[in-house]
């Protein structure tokens, strides 16, 4: 019984990314810049959900993570030459060193104070990526080169190759998640959000789960950020704004909080939203922020949520 | 086995437990019995390394537990169900139980064999834990204790507010317990369902460890009773 709810469960995520994948021949130009943008960013969120949805906690920086990705590959690239591949897991690795660094600081408060903690680092990033101007062209940004933007034939720039790109880092981010959610360590990960004294008494040290998750959230976000400024070309402060740390917790609040595919369902659901709207309103963020209310009360526990609360109680 | 020598700890600057000492051998049950804020489920978690020992000495098998952290306790073999459960809700009984396997690194033997004392969970294998009935509950977070394959087992309060039925199967596993050499300490309001299954009885009063007598003792000393928890002959 339980291999087959297993199966039933690797099948669906292997089937949302064979859509994907037959989408790229399906939807008209337009929609594909949309949706390579929509799964790196939902790559972002899949990382988010990860400390938000199975640890339980609430980070208000990572905007800081996204960013040390896409300025960890942008620099390097702009500054010393370094090839798209090396740039990328140059990013990787910042992300991985900056989550590392905030997790051993933050993770000693809870609560509220972690919120804020995470919060004052991604704000402290942001005004180090205004006062090192000169290198990092601050609000400005700076673009990467169509040219140095190649790993091996693949030019990212072309739209094709960077569906593909995109789908590549959503697909490998997704079933990462969903083998680490249905592994022992996951399952110690819920434990804490659920009772954190309680998984202690069970012999487990809630700080190492918890910065576990924090660094491989980051490394999600770095990866996400490192991937936006190959495939969109360009690198900015933008990124490191308090925006970049509420999108992800919307995201994951939209599409549910604790379940593998919701990010996406988020992501994809404000995406069109936001699209949407403005086509017929300037106000479009107003009717944005309605919606939200309203989905949020309807459905509390987002929307695959709920879907896994009503109806398909097997989705992880 | 276990054994608590003189230990005092505080909320705050609050002294909770004064010089309190107890031990406890393979296969014997010991009665925690003491008024409400006696300081019996402090000692339990004190013990756990929950609450920090300032004073005194806590060792199992002669390896001090007192320096430990929490994580490190049950690791050592002593499995706590805390008052009021406190179950993993959203995860399933299977997910619940390879929680307290993985503590020890123990497998499917371990799991069998705690199943085997609660067989409705087996029926429940893929339910989530926050959807079972309040015996069930209860049952789930001894078998999830006992999954530590403990040598050591804490107990606070197991039978309140279950039906008698329920009441009986958390008995009759305590006393199949100790019939496989547990320890266990047990934390328990019911006098006369105490009574029936312990070995001996430790009153506590304001922190302090004030006699420890052997059940069937106790059954003679209704002023006992009287003095420490409130309750006349039963």
């Known amino acids: 019984m339980n291999g087959m709810v297993l199966d039933r469960a690797l099948a669906l995520h292997l089937g949302v990314v064979a859509l994907l994948f037959v989408l790229q021949f399906i939807l008209p130009a337009y929609h594909h810049g949309i949706v390579a943008r929509v799964l790196v960013l939902a790559s972002f969120a899949l990382g988010y959900n990860i400390l938000f949805g199975y640890t339980g906690l609430l980070s208000l920086g990572h905007a800081l993570f996204f960013g040390a990705g896409i300025y960890g590959t942008g620099l390097v690239m702009r500054e010393f030459g370094w090839p798209a591949s090396a740039a990328l897991f140059s990013g990787i690795l910042s992300a991985v060193t900056v989550s590392l660094i905030v997790g051993f600081l933050a993770l000693r408060t809870v609560g509220v104070a972690f919120m804020i903690v995470t919060l004052m680092f991604a704000q402290a990033g942001y005004l180090t990526s205004l006062y090192f101007n000169e290198f990092t062209r601050g609000d400005e940004g700076f673009v990467l080169q169509q040219a140095t933007r190649v790993i091996g034939p693949f030019d990212l720039s072309e739209p094709t190759t960077r569906y593909f790109a995109a789908l590549l880092l959503f697909a490998i981010g997704l079933l990462i998640k969903l083998a680490l959610v249905r592994s022992s360590t996951g399952r110690v990960l819920v434990s804490i959000r659920e009772n954190e004294e309680r998984s202690r008494m069970l012999g487990y040290n809630p700080f190492r789960y918890k910065l576990l998750a924090l660094v491989v959230s980051g490394a999600f976000a770095g990866a996400a950020g490192a991937m936006y400024g190959l495939l969109f070309g360009y690198v900015g402060a933008t990124f490191v704004t308090i925006q970049y740390s509420i999108f992800p917790l919307l995201w994951v609040l939209l599409g549910g909080a604790g379940t593998v595919l919701g990010p996406l369902v988020g992501t994809l659901f404000m995406f069109y939203l936001v699209d949407l709207t403005s086509g017929f309103t300037t106000a479009s963020l107003l009717v944005v922020g309605v919606s939200l209310v309203v989905l949020i009360l309807w459905f509390p526990k987002g929307l695959l949520g709920t879907v896994r609360q009503r109806v398909l109680p097997w989705l992880p | ?234």
């Open chain 2, 1 to 234: 086995m276990l054994d608590v020598r003189e230990i005092d700890c505080f909320y705050g600057d609050v002294q909770v437990l004064r010089g309190l000492s107890l031990h406890v051998q393979p296969g014997e049950i010991l009665c925690l019995l003491g008024r409400n804020g006696a300081g019996k489920t402090t000692t339990l978690k004190a013990i756990m390394g929950l609450v920090r020992v300032r004073a005194g000495t806590i060792s199992l098998d002669g390896r001090a537990l007192s320096d430990m952290t929490a994580p490190e306790v049950p690791r050592l073999g002593l499995g706590y169900v805390p008052q009021g459960r406190r179950l993993f809700a959203e995860l399933t009984v299977a997910e619940n139980l390879e929680i307290g396997l993985m503590t020890r690194g123990h497998g499917a033997e371990t799991r069998d064999r705690t199943l085997g004392l609660f067989p409705v969970l087996r029926e429940r294998l893929n339910q989530r834990a926050g959807t079972l009935s309040g015996g069930e509950q209860q049952m789930l977070a001894m078998a999830r204790a006992l999954c530590l394959d403990p040598s050591v087992l804490l107990l606070d309060e197991p039978t309140e507010g279950l039906m008698p039925s329920m009441i009986g199967r958390i008995r009759d596993v305590v006393v199949s317990l100790r019939e496989a050499g547990v320890a266990t300490i047990l934390v328990e309001q019911r006098v006369d369902a105490v009574l029936s299954i312990a070995d001996r009885v430790c009153f506590i009063e304001s922190g302090r460890s004030r006699e420890t007598l052997a059940a069937e003792a106790v059954r003679d000393r209704p002023d006992l009773l009287q003095r420490y928890v409130g309750v006349g002959a039963v």
